[in-house]
């Protein structure tokens, strides 16, 4: 069966057609090549881009201004020392390289705060415990003072209607 769908004309020629895709349209007798890398024009347009930008610098990095929060980040990462320090342009990369690190640095305060909030509790939860200040206790003293405070309400109506 399989023979059979490999020498059908329709695969053959659907094949033939996807195969154009693979041509290299800089070269002149369109040689099939398996990929887009191993074309000259690519090489070609990197040589032009390179005399092109400004010499010194990478031609293919992804600079950006920092903005004012960027350079807290750079600062709180421990990237620079002063905002003196940081250049006009920098590259993303490093700013996510900040972004991450200050973002584990605020996990690991959250932890340590969360553990100390938990040990507080425990602790005071500890000595409520000991001087027998439970929340049953505080609610039955609440409520007999709230009746008791009803029962005043009503003697001093029932003297004013008298």
Same mark, same amino acid.
């Given at each position: 069966?399989?023979? =059979?769908? $490999?020498? +059908? !004309?329709?695969?053959? %020629?659907?094949?033939?057609?996807?195969?154009?895709?693979?041509?290299?349209?800089? &070269?002149?007798?369109?040689?099939?090549?398996?990929? =887009?890398? $191993?074309? +000259? !024009?690519?090489?070609? %347009?990197?040589?032009?881009?390179?005399?092109?930008?400004?010499?010194?610098?990478? &031609?293919?990095?992804?600079?950006?201004?920092?903005?004012?929060?960027?350079?807290?980040?750079?600062?709180?990462?421990?990237?620079?020392?002063?905002?003196?320090?940081?250049?006009?342009?920098?590259?993303?990369?490093?700013?996510?390289?900040?972004?991450?690190?200050?973002?584990?640095?605020?996990?690991?305060?959250?932890?340590?705060?969360?553990?100390?909030?938990?040990?507080?509790?425990?602790?005071?939860?500890?000595?409520?415990?000991?001087?027998?200040?439970?929340?049953?206790?505080?609610?039955?003293?609440?409520?007999?003072?709230?009746?008791?405070?009803?029962?005043?309400?009503?003697?001093?109506?029932?003297?004013?209607?008298?």
């Amino acid at each position: 069966m399989l023979g =059979r769908l $490999l020498k +059908s !004309k329709p695969l053959v %020629t659907s094949i033939l057609r996807t195969t154009d895709f693979w041509r290299c349209p800089c &070269t002149k007798d369109a040689q099939i090549l398996t990929r =887009r890398t $191993l074309c +000259s !024009k690519a090489e070609a %347009t990197k040589k032009v881009i390179s005399q092109t930008a400004i010499p010194g610098r990478s &031609t293919f990095r992804n600079d950006r201004r920092p903005t004012k929060f960027d350079k807290k980040i750079l600062l709180w990462a421990g990237r620079f020392k002063k905002e003196e320090d940081i250049p006009a342009l920098i590259s993303s990369e490093v700013i996510k390289a900040a972004t991450s690190r200050v973002r584990i640095k605020i996990c690991y305060i959250t932890m340590a705060l969360t553990l100390l909030g938990c040990l507080v509790m425990i602790i005071s939860g500890k000595q409520a415990a000991r001087r027998d200040d439970t929340l049953l206790r505080m609610n039955t003293e609440k409520k007999a003072m709230w009746r008791a405070e009803a029962e005043t309400e009503l003697e001093a109506a029932a003297m004013k209607a008298q």
